[in-house]
């Protein structure tokens, strides 16, 4: 039983540190999203084209809830 134990913790501790890592991930790639969607309504704006503000703002919020949902784990 020690053993299996043992084991498991082993695992258990290599599992936590890559879900930690994968999680990094993710909120690096929301953070590069939402910089990418800010560059792209600037760049419009600045060639005259009008977008839908309010769709943009929705998919800033849904893109910072995942986020912040995420912390909660």
């Keep these: 039983m020690l053993v299996k134990c043992s084991k498991l913790d ?5 599992l936590k540190s890559k879900f930690k ?3 990094n991930t993710l909120e690096k790639s929301l953070e590069e ?3 990418k969607n800010k560059i792209s309504i600037l760049e419009n704006n600045e060639k005259g084209i009008v977008e839908c503000v309010s769709c943009k ?3 800033f919020d849904i893109c910072i809830l995942k986020k912040n949902n995420l912390k909660m784990c």
Excluded: A, I, N
């Design 57 to 59: 703002s929705h998919m």
């Design 21 to 23: 890592e994968l999680q």
């Design 33 to 35: 999203q939402v910089l």
């Design 10 to 14: 082993t695992t258990h501790r290599k």
